[in-house]
């Protein structure tokens, strides 16, 4: 049995369900969160309905998916996992339209994210946040900005080239205003 604090919080046509582990303190309320999810997914135009979980944990369990999934050790502050293509997305096709998906009425779960809020503070408190590792703001701004990255990895983006972290990072700024 677990003693996680789960919420489904709905802002149509998205669910976002945040789970918080035990003895993990978000600096932001849930509601908080979600919206800053939901204004990602409409940006990226997601698939709707659709859901999505948001995991607040800690750098124990952020090491463990990272050595599990990526094979890289140690923490890291937020880790996605899409649940679709990103061709779903529409992301390389030139265009924003939504993809079609064939969802017959029930919602779609996209993808989860686990968030750190242990190196999220970290960051935050050291002057390590933000895109570029060297901004000093609170850690509730740091944590909409690993929400918002999560949800952005989940909806196809990625920033492995330089072209692509440069539109990533551009549409972060614009979600974050």
Same mark, same amino acid.
């Given at each position: 049995?677990?003693?996680?604090?789960?919420?489904?919080?709905?802002?149509?046509?998205? #669910?976002?369900?945040?789970?918080?582990?035990? /003895?993990? =303190?978000?600096?932001?309320? @849930?509601? $908080? +969160?979600?919206?800053?999810? &939901?204004?990602?997914?409409?940006?990226?135009?997601?698939?709707?309905?659709?859901?999505?979980?948001?995991?607040?944990?800690?750098?124990?369990?952020?090491?463990?998916?990272?050595?599990?999934?990526?094979?890289?050790?140690?923490?890291?502050?937020?880790?996605?996992?899409?649940?679709?293509?990103?061709?779903?997305?529409?992301?390389?096709?030139?265009?924003? #339209?939504?993809?079609?998906?064939?969802?017959? /009425?029930? =919602?779609?779960?996209?993808? @989860?994210? $686990? +968030?750190?809020?242990?190196? &999220?503070?970290?960051?935050?408190?050291?002057?390590?946040?933000?895109?570029?590792?060297?901004?000093?703001?609170?850690?509730?701004?740091?944590?909409?900005?690993?929400?918002?990255?999560?949800?952005?990895?989940?909806?196809?983006?990625?920033?492995?080239?330089?072209?692509?972290?440069?539109?990533?990072?551009?549409?972060?700024?614009?979600?974050?205003?």
């Amino acid at each position: 049995m677990t003693d996680d604090r789960s919420r489904s919080i709905y802002l149509p046509p998205w #669910r976002l369900d945040i789970v918080g582990r035990p /003895g993990v =303190r978000s600096p932001l309320p @849930d509601a $908080a +969160i979600a919206r800053s999810a &939901a204004v990602a997914l409409d940006a990226t135009q997601a698939s709707a309905p659709g859901s999505i979980t948001i995991v607040l944990t800690d750098d124990a369990e952020l090491a463990e998916l990272n050595q599990e999934h990526l094979g890289h050790e140690g923490p890291t502050d937020v880790l996605s996992f899409p649940m679709l293509s990103p061709a779903v997305f529409g992301r390389g096709r030139g265009d924003d #339209r939504r993809a079609p998906m064939p969802t017959q /009425g029930r =919602r779609t779960h996209i993808g @989860d994210i $686990a +968030i750190s809020i242990e190196r &999220a503070t970290e960051q935050a408190e050291q002057g390590r946040g933000g895109q570029t590792g060297d901004v000093r703001w609170s850690v509730a701004d740091e944590l909409r900005l690993l929400v918002t990255h999560g949800v952005l990895h989940l909806c196809g983006w990625d920033h492995a080239e330089p072209d692509e972290e440069a539109e990533m990072r551009a549409m972060e700024q614009k979600l974050l205003r």
